[in-house]
């Protein structure tokens, strides 16, 4: 039976390993850890439950309730509380709901009278036709204005993949803007008639997509993965070389040296860099080192219900740069699903870092705790000290499809396509949300099954 490595038991890895052996296809999966999950991690204590990386996963396709239910954890699946749906960006030092359709934009008082103005004239506006690539700066004042940019999507690309808006390339950081652009024209009428698109094929938008987790945190579906891989998942396993051998892959690993019939790798693309790789076709992938992952800290605090002024009533705030706070944003965690602190209190989940200031990231435990407190309590009214505190530091953390990242696309394009048998899935190429890494590791483990095949 030709069997099958994969490199990482990140949501990525551990998706792939368990749809290809649901097919029958025998894996093992190679992890440098002494955990799976990645970036997934949930911790209970004295009644509070922490998730140090992401809270929720976007129901955006029907494949993703599929795996949950292969999985058997409907029962344990908790989607977000109906009264958790607002979204709260932070204007002259306040949160303010966000509008969630375009006339809510038109009435909200985010805006000011120019960028409503500008909002009604973008119906108008003809569609870039040069194929020029644009960052997300360059896309949303051309479209809207400077105050959209600095007041909105400044905070939304902050606060979603900690980036820079300057830098992030709109075709591939938010491929569905340019998207709406080249079909609809208008990102107005996209609003309108997306969604009747949509529908036909089953998928959902990110902004409007359910989001959900489980009852003990996001961690369960890691470590529920990892119990179905058994011992084809192999902790504190670094792959230290590849090398391809007529139609196999020797993976060399600091536990033994196996030969499979195919490799996916679904780790770090700067790990990938320093992977030891031969193979009698050129391959060279020291290029990947280039992309960007900028730090991020996350901040979980427990208060007090009477020390907070704030009702956090709602998904969580995203605080625009010009503002000048510390923290990108802040999750309403207590109020997205039950059991996440005791009664009479709120759990509050910040980050601190990404390319606005990575310095910040790397600050020392209490000092973060400290940076963290100034803000809630100039935001939401936050007085007295946490009753909970957890700490996460992630040294390179999400990312960053920046202008110009088409290239490193096209590179894994021509290694798969003149390599036989090397696969790539996950963060790096298909997206930065739990989502896309899902989808991106159930639609690799595909290809593999058609290649081996």
């Not at 280039?290 to 998904?315: K, N």
């Not at 100034?374 to 202008?403: C, E, M, S, W």
Request: proline share 6%.
């Amino acid at each position: 039976m030709k069997r099958v490595a994969i490199i990482g038991a990140g949501i990525t890895g551990l998706t792939t390993a368990f749809w290809l052996q649901r097919k029958g296809i025998p894996v093992t999966v190679y992890e440098a850890g002494d955990r799976p999950g990645g970036v997934i991690q949930s911790k209970r204590l004295d009644g509070f439950l922490a998730e140090s990386g992401p809270n929720t996963i976007l129901e955006t396709s029907p494949e993703i309730p599929r795996l949950i239910g292969e999985l058997n954890l409907d029962s344990r699946r908790l989607y977000t509380h109906p009264d958790a749906k607002a979204r709260f960006v932070v204007r002259d030092g306040r949160p303010l709901a966000m509008p969630s359709s375009p006339p809510g934009m038109i009435t909200s008082p985010l805006l000011t009278i120019g960028s409503k103005l500008a909002l009604l004239r973008e119906l108008f506006l003809p569609r870039r036709q040069d194929g020029k690539e644009e960052s997300v700066a360059e896309f949303v004042t051309r479209r809207l204005n400077r105050e959209f940019l600095e007041c909105l999507v400044d905070a939304l690309v902050g606060g979603i993949c900690a980036g820079d808006p300057e830098r992030l390339s709109v075709q591939h950081a938010l491929p569905r803007l340019a998207q709406a652009e080249a079909k609809y024209r208008s990102l107005i009428k996209a609003q309108l008639f997306a969604a009747r698109d949509r529908k036909k094929t089953g998928q959902m938008a990110k902004d409007r997509a359910p989001g959900f987790s489980f009852d003990e945190g996001l961690q369960v579906l890691p470590d529920t993965l990892a119990a179905r891989l058994g011992d084809a998942l192999k902790l504190y396993a670094p792959v230290v070389r590849l090398a391809q051998i007529g139609n196999a892959w020797r993976v060399t690993s600091a536990q033994d040296e196996t030969e499979f019939a195919a490799v996916i790798y679904c780790g770090t693309a700067y790990g990938l860099a320093e992977m030891k790789i031969t193979s009698p076709s050129p391959l060279n992938v020291s290029a990947f080192s280039e992309i960007r992952y900028p730090p991020v800290a996350s901040v979980v605090l427990g208060f007090r219900r009477e020390d907070v002024a704030h009702p956090c009533q709602g998904f969580g705030m995203l605080i625009p740069k010009i503002e000048g706070f510390k923290i990108l944003g802040a999750i309403f965690s207590s109020a997205l699903f039950p059991n996440r602190a005791p009664a009479g209190h709120v759990l509050l989940s910040s980050y601190v870092g990404g390319e606005r200031q990575p310095e910040l990231a790397a600050l020392k435990s209490h000092e973060l705790v400290e940076l963290v407190c100034a803000d809630l309590r100039a935001l939401l009214g936050v007085n007295g000290k946490p009753v909970f505190q957890h700490t996460a530091l992630y040294p390179r953390a999400i990312p960053q499809y920046n202008v110009g990242y088409g290239r490193f696309k096209k590179l894994f394009d021509e290694i798969e396509s003149s390599t036989r048998g090397l696969f790539f899935a996950g963060h790096f190429r298909d997206g930065i949300s739990l989502a896309d890494s899902i989808l991106s590791g159930m639609n690799t483990a595909g290809r593999v099954e058609n290649f081996l095949k």
